[in-house]
């Protein structure tokens, strides 16, 4: 059983940063590629950013290029999203999730790909 815990969201005003983490349980969480994915009320869940096991590619959406920063440090079992530049619209509850496939990094935007997912974080940018 994987247990993913996101922490970091609050309330900033537009143009500051938050950085998300994702700890997670499981010994051989390394192997898997993790995801950042995001729902704004009334809308759907929509994919952010993902990394691969090794850290060595990483994907992201495109509102959020040259923003985001997605990384991850394997000793500690946790994944980080760093946001910068923070616009009114990237208010969302923000989720992290497991990759179902260990070494692999096919689909990454699809939630269907997922099989963990954590309880999620508000973030809230106001204008």
């Known amino acids: 059983q994987v247990q993913l815990v996101e922490s970091g969201g609050g309330l900033v005003q537009t143009g500051e940063s938050l950085r998300l983490s994702c700890a997670a349980s499981?010994?051989?969480?390394?192997?898997?590629?993790v995801g950042w994915f995001r729902q704004a009320p009334g809308k759907e869940r929509q994919f952010v950013a993902a990394?691969?096991?090794?850290?060595?590619?990483?994907k992201y959406t495109d509102s959020v290029k040259g923003r985001f920063t997605i990384s991850r440090d394997t000793a500690k079992n946790t994944t980080y999203l760093l946001m910068a530049g923070l616009k009114p619209e990237d208010t969302a509850v923000y989720y992290c999730?497991?990759?179902?496939?260990?070494?692999?990094?096919?689909?990454?935007?699809?939630?269907?790909?997922?099989?963990?997912w954590g309880q999620g974080t508000q973030v809230t940018v106001s204008s």
């Open positions: 999730a497991k990759y179902q496939v260990p070494l692999s990094f096919g689909s990454v935007t699809e939630t269907r790909m997922y099989d963990y």
């Open positions: 499981g010994r051989t969480f390394s192997m898997y590629t």
């Open positions: 990394i691969s096991g090794s850290g060595r590619f990483t």
